[in-house]
């Protein structure tokens, strides 16, 4: 816990949606130790910086001076002057207070090519997995996968998400990625893995994971999200899951995440490290409210 009991620590939440129910939680368990928690969005922020000062202050020209910082969301952005500045904006922060989770494990785990270079390097299991800018190299490797997930590398909430099929007319095929390539840039092709119609999330805090959840797909779609109508139910977290949850939170340098792993033929695949993850689901399925321990540990942090 925090050490200085003269003064109550000053803790900002960064989020996007102050109605969020993981925001709302982190928010009211900071209440509850006694500290001061404040809603942030890094929007909203600007930065002054002169040879002798360094200054983050808001709209009303307040100057913000926290102990630490907990990063629910800092939003999707397709502009890279936003997107860099709100990251810069908590490498900042990250200088001189605690920032969890940092900023690097969030961009770590946003990035779906780079994260499973770091799975890879951690010798975790994975989908096979191209990513080209080359029409020739996205119809060659349909041809080999014959299923395959085409994903944006940076997404979330399974939006812009499809599955393509060798099957399909190769026209058909040629004319989707064309378009594709034309509004991305680049495609990150992943090996369709033929499971029960679920994922699972596992929760990770720390070097412990609380809990699992399985993601339950619509009839008729292969997406698991809560956010693209998938339901949560509860899961008996076997060490297996714990044990890679465990690893793959820490190859990304995560000190909290949801890490999704799905039931493939030959065992449990990795498919990907939510370092801002929900904690609705969880709390729903299994009465686990994980943004208390994720308090908790920032308490941890700030007292040592």
């Not at 990625?177 to 990150?188: A, M, Q, W």
């Not at 619509?218 to 949560?232: E, I, Y």
Request: proline fraction near 4%; aromatic fraction near 8%; charge should be negative.
């Amino acid at each position: 816990m925090y050490q200085n009991q003269n003064t109550k620590p000053k803790i900002g939440v960064v989020l996007t949606d102050p109605d969020d129910w993981t925001a709302s939680a982190f928010l009211k368990n900071i209440r509850k130790t006694g500290a001061k928690a404040f809603p942030i969005d890094l929007s909203g922020l600007s930065a002054s910086i002169a040879a002798s000062d360094f200054s983050i202050f808001n709209a009303a020209s307040e100057y913000l001076k926290l102990d630490a910082i907990l990063v629910r969301d800092v939003g999707i952005s397709f502009s890279l002057e936003t997107i860099s500045f709100k990251f810069d904006l908590l490498r900042a922060f990250e200088n001189s207070i605690i920032v969890m989770n940092r900023p690097t494990a969030i961009q770590n785990a946003a990035n779906k090519f780079f994260s499973f270079y770091l799975f890879k390097l951690a010798c975790l299991p994975i989908p096979q997995t191209v990513i080209s800018s080359e029409l020739e190299v996205a119809m060659k490797t349909i041809e080999k996968f014959e299923s395959v997930v085409v994903k944006p590398i940076f997404g979330s909430q399974g939006e812009g998400i499809i599955k393509l099929e060798r099957s399909q007319p190769e026209s058909e095929l040629a004319s989707k990625l064309s378009e594709l390539l034309k509004e991305r840039g680049v495609l990150y092709l992943q090996e369709f893995v033929p499971n029960p119609g679920r994922d699972i999330r596992v929760f990770v805090v720390g070097e412990e994971a609380l809990g699992a959840i399985y993601r339950v797909s619509q009839k008729g779609s292969f997406v698991s999200n809560l956010s693209q109508g998938g339901t949560p139910a509860k899961c008996e977290l076997t060490e297996e899951m714990r044990e890679l949850a465990i690893r793959a939170a820490k190859a990304v340098g995560a000190d909290f995440a949801g890490v999704d792993l799905i039931e493939g033929e030959e065992g449990l695949l990795l498919l990907e490290v939510n370092a801002t993850p929900s904690g609705k689901g969880i709390k729903i399925a299994c009465g686990i409210d994980v943004t208390k321990r994720i308090v908790d540990l920032l308490f941890e942090r700030l007292g040592d």
